[in-house]
């Protein structure tokens, strides 16, 4: 009786344990949107779908400023702390702000904060969360040093031997062995071993680096979990559709459709069904796929998509001879047959792509040195992201490739 009562005794403190972890994983989940089965918030009397607390607050919830409107930080601290015109939240008056718009003074919030439908157990779960992000966003980091994971390849260590050799010695060729005071120390890390809500400075990476997303999207998965950033990823991507977490240095299918339009000229005809806003559009004279071409063009580029390619081939097919096709390299590959078609009778059929390796570690490198820089003395994973996106839009090339018959 006594080793059963013991044993019950030991998988109640066991479960109690693990609560605040499971409790801050789901926090973390509705905090950033990602949580399955969420109502849809209130801006006053109208349901809104997709608002996420992240999505106004930042990923740190340090707040900020949006228009004319100043946003409040709702970290742990902030949460926790008086100010001038309200005493301190507790768990009971943050699940009351969310649900009904009321403050911790009880002064009817604005209508801009959007109302959540959420349980008390939810509420209870994204307070949790709130009150570990500050140290979420400084894992890895220390007063002299900074830890940056190098993903791990499955089943071949000498593969990962190597980039971490590569990444280092670019990392030396750059001569920055110390940055705001601190060193900074290149790790393996398996992606399969990261914790959903791990805060373990001793162990978590400050961000990953070249990681290969699978098309199922469970590798990303884990890293969103895991809250980390990653750098130059590899494998199954959606350049312009990656989460913020997520950094390529290569140019994104926006970026390749940019330089595509650049070639816009006297005769070079832009055909397209779909093109990214912006002032370089606005003036463009564009042709729908079954328009007619004007006879001095010499050069068509094709930003369509499988639809517009087929309408394009069926009616331009016999006037293509002695004419140049560039396209996205993307389309290349997702229609070789219909391309393989265009190129029977084209006299050139030229792609373009993001220049460069998926994985360049002097590149990779480069990278880092400058978001470090930008992102100074407190640095955060999210202070880091937003210098990084800066830098990296000076440094994302395209390249165009002749695609052989």
Not at 290 to 305: F, H, K, M, N, S
Not at 386 to 394: D, F, G, I, S, V
Request: proline share 5%.
């Amino acid at each position: 009786m006594k080793r059963c009562l013991s044993i019950a005794v030991a998988m109640i403190a066991a479960s109690i344990a693990t609560l605040p972890s499971r409790a801050e994983e789901t926090g973390q989940a509705i905090y950033f949107g990602r949580a399955d089965g969420l109502p849809a918030a209130r801006i006053g009397t109208i349901a809104q779908r997709g608002l996420t607390c992240a999505g106004c607050h930042g990923r740190d919830a340090g707040g900020g400023g949006e228009g004319r409107s100043r946003i409040p930080a709702i970290h742990g601290a902030a949460l926790g702390a008086a100010t001038s015109v309200r005493p301190a939240y507790d768990a009971e008056g943050f699940h009351r702000a969310l649900t009904e718009g009321h403050d911790s003074a009880g002064r009817t919030m604005s209508i801009a904060m959007p109302r959540f439908a959420l349980s008390a157990a939810q509420a209870d779960a994204l307070w949790h969360f709130l009150g570990t992000i500050a140290d979420r966003e400084r894992a890895g980091v220390s007063a002299n040093g900074v830890r940056i994971g190098v993903a791990t390849t499955a089943g071949d260590r000498q593969a990962t031997q190597r980039s971490l050799d590569d990444l280092s010695a670019a990392w030396k060729a750059r001569g920055r062995p110390v940055l705001h005071g601190r060193e900074v120390e290149f790790i393996a890390v398996a992606v399969d071993s990261l914790g959903p809500t791990s805060v373990d400075v001793a162990s978590t990476p400050f961000l990953l680096v070249g990681p290969t997303l699978d098309r199922d999207g469970r590798t990303l998965a884990l890293l969103q979990q895991a809250g980390l950033p990653v750098l130059a990823p590899q494998g199954s991507l959606t350049t312009d559709r990656l989460p913020a977490e997520v950094v390529s240095l290569r140019a994104n299918e926006r970026e390749v459709a940019a330089a595509l339009l650049a070639l816009a000229g006297p005769r070079t005809s832009i055909v397209a069904d779909m093109l990214p806003q912006g002032e370089q559009t606005a003036s463009l004279p564009v042709l729908t796929p079954d328009a007619p071409l004007p006879e001095e063009t010499q050069r068509i580029v094709l930003l369509l998509g499988e639809a517009g390619l087929r309408s394009f081939a069926a009616t331009h097919h016999s006037h293509l001879s002695g004419r140049t096709l560039v396209l996205p390299l993307s389309v290349v590959e997702a229609q070789p047959t219909l391309v393989g078609h265009l190129l029977a009778v084209a006299t050139d059929v030229v792609a373009a792509r993001p220049a460069g390796d998926a994985l360049d570690m002097p590149a990779v490198a480069a990278a880092l040195e400058a978001g470090l820089i930008a992102a100074g003395r407190n640095l955060t994973r999210t202070a880091f992201l937003e210098a990084l996106r800066k830098t990296r839009q000076q440094s994302a090339g395209v390249e165009f490739v002749r695609i052989q018959r």
